[in-house]
């Protein structure tokens, strides 16, 4: 279900990454399945802040680092809702 909850993660980036982060450990899928299926709902906004990531091939690895990147550049987006 957060695999396609794209409401949650343009409402409210942080809870959806807090619920992703606690399924994600739970279930065992391999990480490039869990950043496509971040890719997939994150917010446009955040997807072009990570751009130039992707372009140098330089987006990390592992969902975990990805999610963090992610929490990051949302801040730095959002500063009040973080």
Known sequence: MLWVNKDLAKKNFVKYAERYRTLARIVNYSDKVHIDK???V???ELQNALIIYEIT???PKTWDDYLKLLMQAYKALHPDKA
């Open 38 to 40: 971040m890719k997939e």
């Open 42 to 44: 994150i917010p446009d």
């Open 57 to 59: 091939n330089q987006s």
